[in-house]
C-alpha cells in the first residue's frame, strides 16, 4: 500500500509540470494588460511601462516560467496584483470556506442521491422510478445560477430563514450556496446509482439470495448495495473535485467569499500569480482525489490489488 501510494505522488510530480506550463501559457492569452490595471486609469504611458518592468513581464515568456517554477518550489506563489498581499495569504483567507461549501454539498447530495439511486434501481420502471429520475433529470438539467436566485427569493427575502449573501452567519450561510451547489451533483449520483444496482440485481448470486428466501430489503442493502458503491464512488470523488473547483457560479450568486468568486475577481483583474495558483491548486484537487479514491476501492473490494 505504501509503495503505490508513492508511485502514485511521484506520478503527480511530471503532471502538475504540464499544468504548469498550460497554466502559464492560458493566462496570459487572456485578453487585457494586468500592468494597465494595476496602474489605473490615468496612468501615462511611462507609467504602464514602469509597472510592467516591475512585474517581470518584459522578460522573456520562458525567463518569466522559469521565475514562476522556482518561486513555486520554494513555496512562493507570488504576490498578488490586486491587493498586493501574498498570493498563499489570499487563498488562505478563503480556502477553508470553499472546503465547508464543498463537504455541506456532498454531504447532503450523496446521501439524497443514493437514497433516490437506490430506490428507483430496486422499482425499475414503476411509478418511484419515474419520480426518482425526473429529479434526476431536473437537478441536471437546472441551471444552477437560476435555482440560486429562485432559492434567494423564495427562502431570503420572502421567508427570511437564511442570509442572502456572504458567510457571515455560521452553518446558515451555508444551506442556500450547498442547495444549490449539490442538486446537480445529487442528480448525477441518483443516476449513476440507480444505474449500478439494476445491473447487479441481474446477477446470479442476487437470485441465488432470493431462492433462499431472504427478504428484498436485506438483499439490496447487505448484498446489491456494497457492490454497487464501487462503481458510485468514483462519481463522488469526482464530483468532490468539481464541487471544489466548480463553484464559481454559485459563490458569485451569493456572495460567497471562496475560492471560486477569487477565481472571477482574478480573471476581471488580470492576476496571473493568483490565477495560475488557483487553477493549479484545483488541478492538485483532481489528483489527489483520485488517489483517495483508488485506495477506497481497495477498501470496498478485497480482490482489487494496489501495486
Do not use: C
Request: overall charge positive; proline content about 4%; aromatic content about 12%.
Amino acid at each position: 500500500m505504501f509503495r503505490y501510494v508513492l508511485k502514485r505522488l511521484l506520478a503527480v510530480i511530471p503532471t502538475l509540470i504540464l499544468i504548469s506550463i498550460f497554466v502559464f501559457s492560458f493566462v496570459r492569452l487572456i485578453p487585457g494588460d494586468p500592468a494597465r490595471r494595476v496602474a489605473g486609469v490615468d496612468a501615462t504611458l511611462e507609467d504602464i511601462e514602469m509597472i510592467r518592468e516591475s512585474l517581470g513581464l518584459n522578460k522573456p515568456v520562458l525567463e518569466q516560467y522559469k521565475d514562476y517554477m522556482l518561486g513555486l518550489l520554494r513555496g512562493d506563489l507570488g504576490t498578488s496584483l490586486k491587493t498586493k498581499r501574498p498570493v498563499t495569504y489570499e487563498i488562505g483567507l478563503r480556502y477553508m470556506n470553499t472546503v465547508r461549501l464543498t463537504l455541506a454539498s456532498l454531504f447532503w447530495s450523496v446521501i439524497i442521491g443514493v437514497l433516490i439511486g437506490v430506490f428507483s434501481g430496486k422499482n425499475r420502471s414503476k411509478i418511484q422510478d419515474y419520480a426518482g429520475m425526473t429529479f434526476a433529470v431536473s437537478g441536471i438539467s437546472i441551471p444552477s445560477f437560476w435555482l440560486g436566485l429562485i432559492l434567494i427569493q423564495l427562502f431570503a427575502v420572502k421567508l427570511r430563514w437564511f442570509p442572502t449573501i456572504g458567510a457571515d452567519h455560521g452553518w446558515r450561510s451555508l444551506i442556500l450556496p450547498s442547495l444549490t451547489l449539490g442538486a446537480s451533483v445529487a442528480a448525477i449520483i441518483a443516476r449513476f446509482t440507480r444505474s449500478s444496482i439494476i445491473g447487479i440485481l441481474k446477477e446470479d448470486y442476487v437470485r441465488t439470495a432470493r431462492a433462499k428466501g431472504l427478504k428484498e430489503n436485506k438483499i439490496i442493502w447487505k448484498h446489491v448495495f456494497r457492490n454497487s458503491m464501487i462503481a458510485v464512488v468514483t462519481v463522488v470523488g469526482l464530483q468532490f473535485g468539481f464541487l471544489l473547483s466548480g463553484s464559481v457560479v454559485t459563490e458569485s450568486v451569493f456572495a460567497y467569499p471562496g475560492l471560486g468568486s477569487l477565481l472571477i475577481d482574478s480573471v476581471g483583474f488580470r492576476d496571473y500569480p493568483t490565477l495560475q495558483s488557483l487553477i493549479l491548486i484545483f488541478s492538485l484537487h483532481f489528483v489527489l482525489i483520485n488517489l483517495f479514491v483508488d485506495l477506497i476501492y481497495a477498501a470496498l473490494n478485497p480482490e482489487i490489488k494496489l501495486k
